[in-house]
């Protein structure tokens, strides 16, 4: 069996949730390629040292020395948003496959950069969006191509957390646009890419971008904020739906609320990732009065629960998309692409979007896609 | 004790929903005037008749007599939209005091008259939005009011149902502009009420109107149909908050979704109003962990439930928020106008926010309210 | 149109209910009979001079006029539970109607008593046990009796509240066995008549009844507790069922808890007063993972919805299910037994059902009914 | 560090769950000791031999070598429940730790043998009761235990499933008494030693077994069932609590209801394992009507959470249940016996129970534990 030489940057969380996924890819699936771990690379030397240890990796190296580590193929970045770019390249000219976290990149011209090197390197690559993974969603995807609901209609999307409503919580990263701060880039991106992976292209859109505190504590004093920290959306998709996307990061109570209502002529879907094994569903045309919403649970009848749980009812968590991704990727590494993942086109048309939606919102007016 | 004649024009639905608030109010309140059932009226005579004797109005009669009719001090239009305003002008001009069902007229030109009307006449004027009565939407602007939520960041208004959403549903005056229909003008009107009754003016706005099925089936053919089945909203608030409202009559599974969403610095409250007698609300700094969304219920605690019933969790119903509204409107009449009602002044700005959400949608850009 | 003369005895809040309920079934329904109302008394003279005018009886008098007023045909009896048998008893005896609200008697004893005499009496008698009348209840049973969920096979009943749930809560005739006190009597009559209303007959149960605070403050000291404050039972049911039956007024944050929970080889049914216009069903055999549990929702197919509102969703109240027992009983009177309604051999049942839990309890063992 | 090797017996669901959840301990948490995958047993030898490829154990084997293997020093059982007994005995005599799937055994005093063995032989020993390990139910254990609820004074336990809900389902070992079947050993044993957890010991109880389908589908035939499909409860508790407890796998819509509902003095707390992240709970004292049940959702302010995951609401899973529970095995193994998990004798209690009800019911009276 073809061996895969994994080089790993990054040890944060999603550093470390990128070594898990990969052991516990690795023995929850028949895999068609084995794993090698090459390499880890993390800024700081001893703190790479110490993780290769723990998570398995033969040696800790700098960046530029992993992606060129004739023993590793695929390259995993996990490193801040605005490192995305320049390794996401080096990868790739190193004919590396790259696995890279969202958001690709910082600007959009850094996305297509990277987009289009990818597409001359010629490689596998794929951006982390791992919520996409959940059975539940790839279920809904599949009841509205069937035509389960009929003709879609109406829209709405939503991802909102919490995690910067006190008006005193402080500055950081995540409030600048060099770092692809602001709740469009951080939440949005999310609910974006959910949108189109449930009913495709976005013709045109009108938007709003909101910054509710306009400083926020830093160093003693305050600092000037200048990302956004809720968005709202009106869209017009290509199959002639209507609806809205909104996200926020300033609601309370929230804490991983990424949503959606889909309305079309023969019925009504909706989920809340904060119970991301459900799934309420009406289908029109029952007995009157005997047709209410249905609370669909997650379980063995999906493919992708079943890998983990034969009974049903029993729950999948937040770690086993982040599986479920990696074992995508992996499929694909060896010449399986069928299974559902964001490339970097996919990934560069989130980029865009929310493009569009800054452009949108800064010119008061509609933009066509 | 004053006593007020009643006269009611309208046999239908809420005609006689009309006729047992008014017996209800006088049976459950301790109402500062008696009631006195003067006269109905409807455009079908024998029906007139019948409907008197079973609501015990005094005499059946046509409309223009009911109006000028010296036994009535008080009108209730609850006929066709199209004939609230001729009906309405006909008694103030004969000095009546007021109370027409939403909308108050086909077009904005003649709320203006009738609201301008009303205010030389200086008679107390209602219009029907008995949604707002529900104790539990007064808690909530209460709760809003008091800064419980903190500063007001973010909204979410929806009013939603399916009773157009087969295609293949007939056409029928609520397809008809000129009869004040699409689901903006049916459903809108209150979702703009309440986003209003909970957070004032609206500053500005962009929309989305959508006609989804542009025929439908008319007398063994297809008609065209002009007027909206969905509307989406962008909205920025007098103070500051941002957020979405949505319209829709064609969202399946959903029987009475008038439903809100406010988030503010300290705070989020949501209602849907098929759980009428709910409200849920998560007030931050809590405990971390002990601090989710509370389910509170409608109870005692508030006298416009306690008017009903003493004991708590057991619910208020439709019929009782009409009940409060005409009670509300009797407290006017007899000089009390601190209850909670929509007054003409009140309703015309709603009739003016559907204007400004059909130009915005119709010149695709925001309007400045 | 044969005229009904009502006496009704007692004000509190379930005279009030009553007198409210007879105008708004005269107001809601095409009744068979006429509504004259005759007669009010109450031990308080005065106050029953007041509420006389207030609700439109004819004239205020003590109750043993009351029964024996020629102009009075129907009694209702809403006074303290030790008063319903003489009441009863001597209503029975002048040859009147009888509608006394639950439960029928302090005692076994007096109960048998009042349904023997009602029986020998030959009239219309009823016991108030309203809830029983929520259309969404009707439905459950016919759904039960339809096959819908196959043959039943495990039940689950509850009633909890939580007013006496403060162990400082003071002493009050609910904690006196001669009054009927005790989470049995109160509240456990409730389910007990839900659940044979629902199932039928019980064949055998094992009860265990529980003082959880044996003292309560009483004038300044504190007095001994007699009656229950909860009660858990096993059932067997004549139809081969199993169950349980629980009631407490101990159980903070439960207001309105009447909840049931039917399994058959079919399917599950579930409710909640708290959401009385709600029902969650299940039926097997549907598409795996496509057959969750469906909420449905109260709407105009129920008749006894669509009397008093045309559109789903839009919810009933408390105060209609008791106009329906009025309705029903009216209709009784005029010869239509046909709906839905407790008469005194019901009720009997009811109280020797918590006889037998009383005894169970007691002697720690299962009791055969 | 200390190397522990692990041995383990049995393939199939469980063996691949223990298998994976000793890997994924090892990639999460940072153990006390090393493990070493030393031996794999099961009765299919070539099923064996790649099943121990496959998870990375070094050697497959019988198992009786396995438990005589000097390389093993923890032994985990995770074979048919009759082989429970002679594998445990054989791996204690050989003084290694044990790790055992629950039941315990198939009968009491196999279980009390297993127990007194363990005791004797002075090694670490646990059954397997994952459930247990959720965050959330330990945060409900602390709420529990300190006061947060008042004094407890009623609960309600259950666990339901559907599995065996159709009549035609077949004859399996799951209907055999020799090989622990029957819906209270299988479901009832979780939901005994949950209540245990939370409440602490039962004093006395009162129980019905149902077996509701007689006979099943057997090889082409009917064949006779002498299991119970579904168990009521009445609990004594030692600390005066009452209450209920309840199994049945006939529960048509349920896939993993194992939940609760505890009452105290001063609140209300509930749980349902069909969304495992969540608590329902109500604390007395509030404002009147600001005062209801708060969803409280899972989060990293629980150390079990945050040890997978950084961020609220993103939910564990159930697999990462078994990882907690091996964690706190491994723990143990280096003397840290402080983490939550249930040991030979809390096993055994569990199975004293399940006896007790078993006789209870039997001779249909209250027995003392």
Redesign the interface.
């Known amino acids: 069996m073809r061996e895969i030489g994994i080089g790993l940057i990054g040890t944060g969380?999603m550093g470390r949730a990128h070594?898990?996924a990969f052991?516990?890819a690795a023995?929850?699936f028949?895999l068609p390629v084995k794993l090698r771990f090459a390499a880890l690379a993390d800024a700081d030397a001893a703190r790479a040292e110490r993780c290769a240890a723990?998570?398995?990796f033969a040696r800790a190296c700098d960046w530029e020395s992993l992606v060129n580590d004739p023993a590793v193929e695929l390259v995993a970045i996990t490193t801040p948003n605005r490192l995305h770019y320049p390794m996401t390249m080096a990868a790739l000219a190193a004919g590396k496959a790259v696995y890279c976290e969202k958001p690709l990149a910082v600007t959009l011209e850094e996305a297509t950069a990277m987009r289009d090197a990818a597409k001359r390197a010629g490689v596998v690559n794929r951006a982390g969006y791992n919520y996409l993974q959940n059975p539940m969603l790839k279920?809904a995807r599949e009841l509205i191509a069937s035509g389960e609901l009929g003709?879609i209609?109406?829209y709405?999307g939503e991802f909102s957390?919490?995690?910067m409503?006190?008006?005193q919580g402080p500055f950081s990263w995540r409030c600048e646009t060099e770092q692809a701060g602001g709740a469009l880039a951080d939440l949005g991106s999310h609910v974006l890419s959910l949108t189109r992976f449930l009913l495709g292209d976005i013709a045109a859109l009108?938007?709003?971008l909101?910054t509710?505190h306009a400083q926020r504590p830093h160093q003693g004093g305050l600092r000037r904020v200048e990302i956004d920290?809720?968005a709202?959306?009106?869209?017009?998709f290509a199959n002639?739906a209507?609806?809205?996307l909104?996200t926020?990061w300033?609601?309370?109570?929230?804490?991983?609320?990424l949503a959606f209502e889909v309305?079309?002529?023969?019925?009504?879907l909706t989920y809340d990732?904060?119970?991301?094994?459900e799934l309420r569903?009406?289908?029109?045309g029952g007995r009157?009065?005997?047709?209410?919403?249905?609370?669909?649970?997650?379980?063995p009848?999906?493919p992708d629960y079943a890998a983990?749980?034969?009974?049903?009812?029993?729950?999948?968590?937040?770690?086993?998309l982040k599986t479920l991704e990696v074992r995508s990727l992996l499929e694909a590494l060896a010449g399986n692409g069928s299974l559902t993942g964001v490339d970097f086109q996919e990934a560069w048309e989130v980029e865009r979007l929310a493009q569009a939606i800054r452009e949108s919102a800064r010119e008061?007016?509609?933009v066509r896609i």
Chains 1, 2, 3, 4 share one sequence.
């Open positions: 969380f070594a898990l052991h516990h023995s929850t028949e723990d998570w398995g279920l003709e209609t109406g709405r957390e919490d995690f409503g006190d008006p009108c938007a709003d909101h509710a920290d809720q709202h959306v009106l869209l017009r002639g209507r609806g809205t909104s926020s300033l609601k309370h109570g929230r804490k991983n609320h309305c079309g002529t023969r019925g009504t990732q904060e119970r991301l094994n569903l009406y289908t029109a009157p009065g005997m047709d209410g919403f249905r609370t669909l649970l997650s379980g009848h999906l983990f749980c034969p009974a049903g009812g029993h729950q999948l968590g937040y770690n086993e008061e007016r509609w």
